[in-house]
């Protein structure tokens, strides 16, 4: 596509997105195996463990963030 057609393009999905949220996502993770949207997943949970330890100050939760954040990444890697 050339320069314009991708402008053209990216306001449409600006106005999906404004107009419609939910139809925008489901188009956006359409495509997307099951395995990318649990690494997703993942990564969200392991960034809401760290900032839970680093309020907590618990190392044992730093720690198991740091388990499931390398997990994803792996999964990740290794699904491409």
Same mark, same amino acid.
Do not use: M, P
């Given at each position: 596509m050339n320069r314009q057609e991708q402008r053209a393009l990216r306001q449409?999905?600006?106005n999906l997105t404004?107009?419609?949220p939910g139809l925008a996502e489901l188009l956006?993770?359409?495509g997307m195996?099951?395995?990318v949207r649990i690494c997703r997943c993942a990564a969200w949970? !392991? =960034?809401s463990l760290a900032l839970l330890g680093i309020v907590l100050g618990d !190392? =044992?939760?730093l720690v198991s963030t740091?388990?499931?954040a390398s997990g994803a990444v792996l999964?990740?890697?290794y699904l491409r």
């Open positions: 449409i999905e600006k404004i107009e419609d956006r993770t359409h195996s099951r395995w949970i !392991a =960034v !190392a =044992v939760l740091g388990l499931v999964l990740g890697r």
